[in-house]
């Protein structure tokens, strides 16, 4: 699992061995050619010029990583901030904006929503390969949410795991409806990918900016 503490101090040793090497390329760069300025022939001395621009190069080159190395503490700290932010969604009830959800200790869940009156609806529940693992017929009188408990169509039960699910429906004439759908579940932790604020969902993890909405959690 990636935490903050784990990502930002991958982040910090990759830009301090970074800046260590090139800062040591850089002295022994100032050594050879202090070396070369104090035993060159004085009635043919070197032209300098090369070793001006690259020791110009060296320096623009080390300004930069010691930029890149604060933009990087910058960042760690706007995570961080960030990530205490967003702890306060540990425990409640989240829905996003995405046909994804978690099968694990609880069952996987989501909401949809049909434009228009439908006459049948049927939900197509697929694994992370594309593999249809249940088809349940709903209720087009009483549409809204979907839970599934794992069972598959053979009755055997499904590994836990990230679902997908799609929504099949018609109107009385036979035409085809839009169907809109949202995964929903309890926040569980929170974590980071180094870039973004992730919440773990029933064993899954989403981005934060997918999050549509927030509502208090159920006591168990």
């Not at 050619?33 to 070793?51: F, I």
């Not at 997908?164 to 569980?188: E, F």
Request: charged fraction near 15%; charge should be negative.
């Amino acid at each position: 699992m990636t935490t903050v503490t784990d990502t930002a101090t991958k982040g910090i040793s990759a830009t301090a061995g970074a800046t260590s090497g090139l800062l040591a390329d850089y002295n022994l760069f100032l050594k050879l050619l202090t070396t070369q300025m104090t035993n060159q022939d004085p009635l043919d001395p070197m032209d300098t010029s090369e070793y001006t621009a690259q020791l110009v190069q060296y320096s623009q080159v080390e300004q930069s990583i010691q930029q890149t190395g604060k933009l990087d503490d910058i960042m760690s700290q706007l995570l961080s901030q960030q990530m205490a932010q967003a702890s306060s969604y540990i425990g409640r009830e989240a829905r996003f904006d995405s046909p994804v959800s978690g099968l694990g200790d609880a069952p996987a869940r989501w909401t949809y929503y049909v434009d228009g009156a439908p006459s049948t609806i049927t939900a197509t529940v697929k694994d992370s390969l594309g593999a249809t693992v249940a088809t349940v017929a709903l209720d087009p009188d009483a549409q809204g949410t979907f839970e599934w408990d794992g069972t598959k169509s053979d009755g055997s039960k499904a590994e836990p795991g990230a679902y997908t699910l799609s929504i099949s429906t018609v109107n009385a004439s036979g035409s085809s409806l839009t169907a809109t759908i949202n995964s929903v579940g309890r926040v569980d932790d929170v974590v980071t990918d180094g870039s973004s604020i992730m919440l773990g969902v029933n064993g899954i993890r989403f981005s934060a900016t997918g999050l549509v909405a927030l509502t208090a959690g159920s006591e168990d």
